[in-house]
């Protein structure tokens, strides 16, 4: 797969419906083009893929979670020959070897504070994803599970303007941390 056709299949169905073992089926019968296999076994993983591809769809793996897969280049070498379309991982040296195999590579970040932010920065700038994937993507919904529980909540991580402090606010935090001191002093 080119990573131009994934960019085509993502702008006419631009949600990827990201499934563990169980829910495969119903990927399948969405609308959804694109399937992340966020936690595939190697054991079912041949039949899957022929199945996904049967529906005319594009598979990826998530390497980091697959059960009986390496996460090294052997694994990755497996997945290409099993005709996956694509991997994710968090993994920057995975990334290259995915690349390096002819697959599509996601690389996941986690954008929980400002240094991590940097570190997603620096990885990209020594990797040549296809795509990358930044977590969490709806913060809100966490503070609201969370402040709903008897335990306060303090919001923190890439805090940088009044309007995120008040939404961190409205959506039940108790707090907010912020290392900018413009936001300090907030009335």
Excluded at 6 to 21: H, K, S
Excluded at 67 to 79: K, P, V
Excluded at 80 to 85: M, N, S
Excluded at 140 to 161: H, M, N, S, W
Aim: overall charge negative; hydrophobic content about 50%; charged content about 20%.
């Amino acid at each position: 797969m080119m990573k131009q056709d994934l960019l085509d299949c993502l702008c006419r169905t631009p949600v990827v419906a990201a499934v563990q073992e169980g829910a495969l089926e119903a990927a399948i019968a969405s609308p959804a083009e694109v399937i992340f296999h966020l936690k595939s076994n190697v054991l079912t993983l041949p039949a899957q893929i022929a199945a996904v591809h049967a529906a005319g769809k594009h598979i990826l793996v998530h390497l980091d979670l697959a059960e009986g897969i390496g996460r090294d280049r052997a694994g990755l070498a497996y997945l290409a020959e099993l005709g996956v379309d694509g991997v994710i991982t968090t993994r920057t040296q995975l990334v290259r070897q995915a690349k390096e195999m002819g697959l599509i590579a996601v690389q996941r970040f986690f954008a929980l504070d400002s240094q991590g932010l940097e570190s997603a920065a620096e990885a990209l700038a020594n990797t040549a994803a296809d795509l990358i994937e930044i977590m969490p993507g709806v913060i809100g919904k966490v503070i609201a599970r969370f402040a709903a529980g008897d335990i306060p909540v303090i919001a923190g991580g890439l805090i940088e303007t009044k309007k995120e402090v008040v939404t961190a606010l409205e959506c039940g935090a108790f707090a907010v941390s912020t290392s900018k001191s413009s936001l300090w002093n907030l009335d």
